[in-house]
């Protein structure tokens, strides 16, 4: 731990040099060379350790670029004399090393442009600083490194590490940085260790530098694969991106596309009583006109080991050729799918799905034929025990509707104009909309206990749907006829007080509110005065002809303008006023139905969909951080002298670094014991 606490300064000098305050890295650099001698003085068997050593050269290389910043050259000067070595023609093997390493981490980058920039126009206060140059050259040289490393050790086995290009022992497993790897001081003492090949520790210096250089080359490998990896998942990726930030989500991803019919088998939701179960759909793509199929792929991360697509055909109907799919495979990309010359051709893709667990799986199928929107079809298997499958049928029958609601369907909707509402608005309205059907939304996910980063955003998209349809079955209770009061203005009261008057042919409609609906109750306060904001109005003719068959009754959308304690007023659209010919100061019955505010509740959708990391949701709790330490800031003279060594230890948690990674801090204890203070 005291190891660690050494380098502290050194990260700090890091911080301070990218913020610009070259003064304080300084500094820092300076306190840290200070920590590191007396260190050595009082711990002389690990005085040259190879930690210590590499703290040492960090701190220098920060503060000759603080200096080379503050135009000091000489000190700058002097400070490359001790990292290259006073006298030296050649630079030490441990030091190479170390700068390597550093190198890989990408530490050096700021020093190599520093000296880049300084050493451009030679002469630096009239000295040509020999030293300076040979520094930069030495950076400009280690730069090369990652490929001259990987070149010489291209064919290393990442799992045993076993090479004959080696020339000593493995190294041990589970490090997390080069500079973990130690000196035995037992073998070099003695000449003799008593663990022998299964020591951990280094037997000699060469074997020591082997062992960085391995590990170098464990990184590049790492960081290719990782590249690799990030390169197989950009279509989806991109594709997602594209979709989240599109103010028409439509134009993007649809679940029809113009020229193309999708026929399938099974249905597209599916649900199952056992725990292991596997399940097989069918999708037939049928184009009018022939067009080439693309791509097809899974686009979400979240249930990816339980889908993949196994077998894909094109043809014209009557012969069909079967693709080369690989197996696994979560994403297929065509090759040379000819055109058959015909006016249409028709693709099979068959997806397969397994699980041993119960839970909600989904997952999106998307079908690219080379142009925008992409055709996608959206699927999902439920498997829950019989025993939850009854409880989530009565949960769904709960949540049947107690009102008929007025949608295209059964009325003729004249909406509000002009339209208020946002672009971006009436994006996520699209893009977010209500799941047609209660076997959607009552899942086995929502019968999970607990959330988990697998099921997070899955299990709080089920229940935001569910809190909307439960808030249309509370305001669909308050369907009212009303006497509608039309004035042409209205003056308001108290502190939001004012008068408003109609403009465009426009009117404003007022009616007072019934006693379950004020805002002395519940239902008042909770529906109809916070979640909505139009309401459908339907005129009540006293001799209402009979309707015609085929035909639908007309209502018209109007905005809640203000809400007080007794009346709401509505704001009624020119076209509703000249349709019906409505006059101010009188009066007619209407019915009302209100209609619910989604917006917010999409907002929460959109929020779910651009979490990218759920680790800041869901943090690692395995192990607990180290809190930062250091001399400097536990004995600082700005610390007030009455804090305890507890109170101390809040404070360099609280005020530590935002470069360095802590989770959030709580403090927490008895009255008394000097929270506050």
């Known amino acids: 731990m005291a190891d660690r606490r050494l380098a502290y300064p050194c990260e700090q000098a890091c911080d301070s040099f990218r913020r610009f305050d070259y003064e304080s890295a300084v500094q820092h650099c300076t306190d840290c060379l200070l920590s590191l001698s007396h260190y050595k003085s009082t711990h002389p068997a690990k005085a040259n350790s190879t930690h210590i050593n590499r703290i040492k050269i960090e701190s220098l290389l920060y503060r000759i670029a603080s200096f080379l910043q503050l135009k000091n050259y000489d000190k700058a000067d002097e400070d490359c004399k001790l990292v290259l070595g006073a006298g030296r023609a050649q630079l030490d093997a441990s030091v190479h090393a170390v700068l390597c390493c550093l190198h890989l981490e990408g530490k050096l980058q700021i020093v190599a442009s520093v000296l880049s920039k300084t050493l451009i126009g030679e002469p630096l206060n009239g000295l040509v600083t020999k030293d300076l140059s ?10 090369n490194v990652g490929s001259n490393v990987r070149s010489s ?18 190294p041990p497993r589970g490090v997390t940085s080069s500079e973990e790897y130690t000196l035995c001081k037992r073998f070099l003492e003695q000449g003799i260790c008593r663990y022998g090949a299964q020591c951990t520790s280094a037997h ?42 599109s103010l028409s989500p439509e134009r993007v991803l649809s679940e029809c596309v113009d020229g193309v019919q999708v026929d399938y088998s099974p249905d597209l939701s599916v649900t199952v009583t056992t725990k292991k179960s596997q399940q097989t759909w069918t999708f037939q793509l049928i184009c009018k006109p022939a067009r080439i199929l693309h791509r097809v792929a899974l686009l979400y991360d979240a249930h990816r080991p339980h889908f993949s697509i196994v077998a ?45 667990i119960f839970g909600t799986f989904r997952q999106t199928v998307v079908f690219d034929f080379g142009e925008e929107p992409v055709l996608m079809q959206r699927i ?6 019989t025993e939850d499958l009854e409880y989530l049928m ?20 004249v909406e509000f104009e002009p339209n208020e509402t946002t672009e971006l608005e009436r994006s996520l309205l699209s893009r977010y909309q209500i799941p047609l059907s209660a076997d959607q939304l009552f899942t086995q996910s929502v019968l999970d206990k607990s959330l988990t980063k697998a099921n997070y955003q899955s299990r709080l998209h089920d229940l935001l749907y569910i809190e909307e349809i439960a808030q249309y079955k509370e305001v669909s209770k308050f369907n009212i006829k009303v006497q509608l009061q039309l004035v042409a203005s209205f003056m308001l009261t108290g502190v939001s007080g004012g008068a408003k008057y109609a403009q465009n042919g426009q009117l404003f409609g007022r009616f007072k509110l019934t006693e379950t609906l004020s805002e ?56 509703c006023c000249e349709e019906l010919r409505l006059r101010a100061d009188r009066e007619m019955q209407v019915e009302l139905q209100f209609q619910l505010n989604r917006q917010p509740l999409c907002e929460m959708h959109f929020a779910l969909d651009r979490i990218r990391d759920n680790g800041i949701l869901f943090p690692e709790i395995s192990s607990t951080p180290p809190i930062p330490w250091s001399p400097n800031r536990q004995w600082d003279e700005l610390l007030d002298p009455r804090l305890n060594a507890k109170q101390k230890e809040a404070i360099l948690a609280i005020t530590t670094p935002l470069s360095i990674q802590l989770p959030p801090i709580l403090i927490i204890g008895p009255y008394g014991t000097g929270k506050t203070f």
């Open 134 to 143: 040979r520094l930069k050259t030495l950076l400009a040289e280690i730069e």
């Open 153 to 170: 050790y291209q064919g290393e086995d990442l799992e045993d590490g076993t090479q004959d290009g080696w020339l000593y022992r493995p």
């Open 204 to 245: 000699s210096q060469e074997e020591l530098e082997e062992w960085q250089k391995r590990y170098a080359s464990r990184l590049i490998r790492l960081k290719q694969q990782k590249e690799n990896t990030q390169c197989s998942g950009s279509y989806m990726e991109s594709l997602i991106e594209k979709w989240m930030n």
């Open 312 to 356: 894909i055909s094109a043809g014209d109907g009557n012969t069909q050729m079967s693709q080369e799919v690989p197996e696994s495979c979560q994403e297929w990309v065509g090759e040379n799918l000819a055109q058959n010359g015909t006016d249409h051709c028709m693709y099979k893709v068959i997806i397969n799905f397994s699980t041993e």
């Open 380 to 385: 999902m298997v439920d498997a829950a025990s």
């Open 394 to 413: 009565q949960a769904r029958q709960q949540l049947l509707t107690t009102a008929k609601r007025w949608d295209s369907m059964s009325k003729t909707i």
């Open 520 to 575: 002395d109750t519940l239902a008042g306060r909770q529906v109809v005065m916070t979640k909505v904001n139009a309401v459908y109005v339907l005129p009540v003719s006293k001799d209402k002809s009979p309707q015609s068959q085929g035909s639908k009754e007309k209502v018209f959308e109007a905005l809640i303008e203000e809400k007080t304690k007794e009346y709401i007023f509505l704001r009624i659209c020119k076209d």
